[in-house]
């Protein structure tokens, strides 16, 4: 008996050991992925359902793969989700195979699949654009949408008071904090456009009245259209798309505003988002607020090399990218014959040199010197956010913010006096439909009180009535 008391310690000390010697190298390898696999030389991009060809976020990421395959001597595997249910068995798929250096998954709405293959394959590195998993293995490549927004702003607002407009919108899809921050970018552009155009001018302006409405959609071009031609009628002359899809009825009901009016262009105009969409309605799209997909691909491959290199100790995190990183612009015409060329490598049928041709005219419509003003204030936002205010906000303010909430987009649109007037269409912008005041709940009350004494009233005359 006390031999096999004996013998059953001795093996519980034998395989407490065992297991002591092998827990650091698996802690390791949970914390961060481990540094021997250098041989990887594949890189793998994962689409959105919109695929290849949409001159969006997935051709964006197309270019960012392509160029960092070339400078570093990788193989690009480009892979397409037809559904969103193809996401997680994609990520699987390529993950499984342990060949690749990096896996890019584009897109926020990846981000749910992205954290679970990572916690599969925890050797492998993945990227999430626009989306957040806090992984040891994930890069989350997001950008600094308020930046771009607030080039936009400027932008807008000058070519309204250049063209005589009273207003200048903003149309989004739902609402969430990360839509506040194009808010809030662009809310603080606006009024900087308009101090500047007073300098440049010397004319005395009344400010712009600024409209925005939720839509409540991303894919949803009705309603877009539906509420900028509200914008229009309430005198917008530029509407800034910041949502998705559904923007697409922006650009529909501008292109119609200005063709039952005779005009082959703006103004008034549409602003695109996230990618240079000035080409889907060339001569109405005055420009784009780009987030650079591709310089967030790119920068996820040299990030997973210098790993593997011991150049950084460390993959994952949060990579934010703005003006500085060369991760927001506002588009430019090389940016479209990019995208041109682009959409004709993917077989769809475009006019490259017609549309060309039609956007810079529209560029070469509006003064030079608005231009001008737009890369410099990029410049100053680089340099110096701190060095202008305007309304009593300077930009650093406005970044300070991030990440924004209701409450704090709420106190940026009443300094910089947003939505301050009340629309008088069924689509109200958000934020400026009125609000029952105390005389209000007083009126309802006092109604709600006679109304009871009149029933009192009738109840007690009835019972009498039948005694």
């Keep these: 008996m006390k031999y ?13 050991t065992l297991l002591a010697s092998i827990m650091p190298p698996v802690v390791t390898a949970l914390e961060s992925p481990v540094k021997t696999q250098t041989t990887r030389r594949k890189i793998a991009v994962v689409y959105d359902v919109g695929g290849r060809g949409d001159l969006s976020f997935n051709d964006m990421a197309y270019l960012g793969g392509k ?55 925890p050797d492998q590195f993945f990227a999430i654009i626009d989306g957040y998993v806090d992984k040891p293995n994930v890069l989350s490549v997001l950008f600094k949408e308020h930046e771009g927004s607030a080039l936009v702003g400027a932008l807008a607002a000058m070519i309204a008071h250049h063209y005589g407009y009273k207003a200048v919108g903003i149309v989004l899809g739902m609402e969430i904090p990360v839509l506040y921050k194009f808010e809030a970018g662009y809310y603080w552009g606006i009024r900087y456009g308009e101090k500047i155009y007073q300098e440049k001018t010397g004319k005395e302006i009344t400010p712009l009245r600024i409209l925005y409405t939720y839509t409540g959609a991303f894919n949803d071009p009705a309603r877009g259209k539906t509420a900028t031609q509200s914008q229009l009628e309430m005198g917008a002359g530029v509407v800034y798309n910041v949502a998705g899809a559904t923007g697409l009825g922006i650009f529909e009901a501008i292109e119609e505003y200005c063709r039952a009016r005779g005009k082959d262009q703006g103004p008034p105009f549409a602003i695109g988002v996230d990618a ?30 210098d790993y593997y290199a011991g150049k950084i100790d460390r993959y994952g995190g949060i990579l934010e990218l703005g003006l500085a990183e060369g991760g927001i612009s506002v588009s430019t015409l090389e940016d479209l014959d990019t995208f041109l060329q682009i959409a004709i490598q993917a077989g769809r049928q475009v006019n490259r040199d017609e549309i060309y041709n039609k956007v810079r005219a529209m560029r070469e419509s509006i003064p030079s010197w608005i231009w001008e003003e737009v890369n410099k204030l990029a410049e100053l936002l680089k340099t110096n956010p701190a060095g202008v205010s305007v309304y009593g906000l300077t930009f650093k303010d406005i970044a300070d913010k991030v990440p924004y909430t209701a409450e704090t987009i709420g106190q940026v649109r009443n300094t910089l006096k947003v939505g301050v007037e009340t629309a008088t269409t069924p689509t109200t912008p958000v934020g400026t439909e009125t609000t029952p005041t105390q005389q209000d709940y007083t009126l309802y009350i006092v109604l709600g009180v006679v109304v009871l004494i009149v029933i009192i009233a009738a109840v007690v005359f009835t019972t009498k009535r039948k005694k």
């Design 4 to 16: 096999d008391i004996m013998k059953y310690i001795v093996i519980s000390l034998l395989v407490v």
């Design 67 to 121: 160029r960092a395959a070339e400078e570093f001597g990788l193989e690009l595997v480009e892979v397409q989700s037809t559904t969103e249910a193809d996401y997680l068995p994609n990520l699987r798929n390529l993950a499984k195979t342990g060949e690749y250096l990096v896996i890019v998954a584009v897109g926020f709405l990846m981000t749910d699949a992205v954290e679970t293959v990572a916690d599969e394959y």
């Design 276 to 305: 240079d969409q000035d080409w889907i309605k060339p001569g109405y799209i005055i420009a784009s607020m780009m987030k650079r997909v591709d310089v967030g691909v790119e920068a996820a491959v040299e990030r997973a090399l």
